[in-house]
């Protein structure tokens, strides 16, 4: 990414930083340390101000670095402070401002966003793995579809798509993390596409600035932004609305959430699942995505209109073992999504479930699959004998019977004892 476009977000940096503090840092050309940026905030300010920091430096705006006292020291990234003193001496173009309320008639609500973007996300994941299911196909082109399947789905001619052991995984991660994965691969293949990846960035993080809820005219867009704005529209990152007087893109809640770091718990949705002690799963939800989810890991038995009912047995957690799931990624996903009903019970899901699940995947780890070479007819007990000595050697003797003159030896460890076995002769 260009760092002259990043002073677009400008604005939205000053809702990460303090003011004053991002322009006492902006003409400071030596690192400052991180006690003394500490003493800029009043005491009730500190942790935000390491939050907002931390997110500086995954933009790369900070660059943090330790002196010879072994503290943390943080400088403003130079290119991007030649860029911004430039424009507040000489000006340059203001940041995207939101529509008049009198133009824009009939905003959604926060909670009617927020539930649009969820439902178009379901429907964008459940389209990637399973279209069958898709009542109402997005619009997204067939070439953009498998750009975002090539790692996720498996395809075999004349077969239905399967998942890879990576798309299982995928479909267990929360929320964000799966939006972050579909916007890198987004981002990566821009240059098949012909679009310039600097700007495609730089737009992506200016958009996560924008104001939830707020209605800004497509009409400051370029052809190239619209055309991003479009697929974003499909998976729900903004919504897109027309007036008599216009037409606008109002941010969703996924958009906001670029800005976001993985571990920001503020980005997580509402839990669904319900585990008991005697491995039943309930699951609060009438998504077809959740039940598709469900079924990676446990037998589901039936579902109601707002509810699925299924269970963890041995043999479906072995099929999820095989398709690449861990029993750590599987327990996960149960806690992050646990019903608020039992969120805050310690633990959200009962310890004997989680000790099973991981029991039944130790056990399939028990065998371990070895290359190796099987001996057997040999000439006389001191040939066997010394063979076995040879791979021991080497330590490569993986089994032997005495009394049948029968040994076992790894694949590396062969040559040796082949060439042992020659001279014998």
Not at 11 to 30: A, K, P
Request: with cysteine.
């Amino acid at each position: 990414m260009k760092m002259d476009s990043s002073v677009k977000l400008f604005s939205g940096l000053f809702r990460l930083l303090r003011r004053d503090t991002v322009i006492q840092m902006l003409h400071i050309d030596v690192p400052v340390a991180a006690k003394l940026l500490e003493e800029w905030v009043l005491p009730d300010g500190v942790s935000k101000q390491r939050v907002a920091i931390d997110r500086l430096v995954q933009l790369r705006v900070f660059l943090e670095a330790v002196d010879r006292k072994n503290e943390k020291t943080y400088k403003v990234n130079p290119t991007f402070q030649r860029s911004l003193q430039k424009l507040l001496i000489q000006g340059g173009t203001l940041p995207r401002e939101s529509m008049p309320s009198n133009i824009t008639v009939r905003l959604p609500t926060l909670e009617n966003l927020e539930a649009y973007a969820l439902e178009q996300w379901e429907c964008f994941l459940l389209q990637l793995i399973n279209p069958s299911q898709v009542g109402k196909p997005l619009n997204i082109s067939s070439s953009l579809m498998k750009v975002f399947q090539r790692r996720l789905l498996n395809h075999r001619d004349k077969e239905a798509p399967k998942l890879t052991e990576s798309g299982f995984q995928f479909l267990l991660m929360d929320t964000n993390a799966q939006l972050w994965y579909i916007i890198r691969e987004y981002i990566s293949n821009s240059e098949e596409r012909g679009v310039d990846a600097a700007e495609l960035i730089s737009f992506m993080l200016e958009l996560s600035f924008h104001v939830i809820g707020e209605a800004y005219n497509i009409n400051t867009l370029t052809d190239f932004q619209r055309n991003i704005i479009n697929d974003l529209a499909d998976l729900g990152l903004v919504k897109l609305q027309q007036g008599r007087k216009g037409s606008w893109f109002i941010p969703t809640k996924l958009a906001t959430n670029l800005s976001m770091s993985l571990a920001d718990s503020s980005s997580r949705k509402q839990g669904f699942v319900v585990v008991e002690t005697n491995f039943r799963v309930y699951a609060y939800s009438t998504s077809k995505l959740h039940c598709e989810i469900l079924r990676l890991f446990s037998r589901v038995e039936y579902q109601l209109p707002n509810l699925i009912v299924g269970a963890i047995t041995k043999e479906s957690l072995y099929n999820a073992f095989e398709n690449g799931i861990t029993a750590e990624q599987i327990i996960s996903f149960l806690q992050q999504n646990a019903h608020p009903r039992v969120a805050e019970r310690m633990p959200s899901v009962p310890e004997n479930v989680t000790d099973q699940i991981r029991l039944w995947e130790a056990d399939l780890n028990r065998v371990e699959m070895t290359e190796a070479y099987y001996y057997d007819e040999f000439p006389s007990r001191d040939v066997f004998e010394g063979a076995c000595d040879c791979a021991r050697e080497w330590n490569g003797l993986l089994w032997e019977d005495s009394k049948k003159m029968h040994m076992v030896v790894k694949t590396e460890v062969h040559p040796y004892v082949r060439d042992y076995l020659r001279r014998q002769k």
